[in-house]
Nanobody
Framework: QVQLVESGGGLVQPGGSLNLSCTASGSFSGFNAMAWYRQAPGGQREAVAYMTYDGSTTTRDSVKGRFTLSRDNAKNTIYLQMNRLQPEDTAVYYC???????????WGQGTQVTVSS
């Protein structure tokens, strides 16, 4: 019903920036939540930035002031603007959507972000 496709990952030096995009295709009546998660090598998947249906956003403490979650409703796309990247940000980043009617979880395939000098 819904497919999420991420793009924008890559290799960047510490202090650099990347802008991740996630485009949703298919049909759904609305969403309960949209988010970006990440999973570092050997680590667990963790939420990075989270948006509820009313547009309220929360950001993980470790990325506050550096990462920004936004959404373009017309394009069915969410973004994660990542600035001042650090090696600790290295991870696979996943797009997430929880839809309404039906209520269901969707995950993208992930996009690799590597921060290295």
């Amino acid at each position: 019903q819904v497919q999420l496709v991420e793009s924008g990952g890559g290799l960047v030096q510490p202090g650099g920036s990347l802008n991740l995009s996630c485009t949703a295709s298919g049909s759904f009546s609305g969403f309960n939540a949209m988010a970006w998660y990440r999973q570092a090598p050997g680590g667990q998947r963790e939420a990075v930035a989270y948006m509820t249906y009313d547009g309220s956003t929360t950001t993980r403490d470790s990325v506050k002031g550096r990462f920004t979650l936004s959404r373009d409703n017309a394009k069915n796309t969410i973004y994660l603007q990542m600035n001042r990247l650090q090696p600790e940000d290295t991870a696979v980043y996943y797009c997430y959507l929880n839809s309404i009617l039906p209520r269901r979880d969707y995950w993208g395939q992930g996009t690799q972000v590597t921060v290295s000098s």
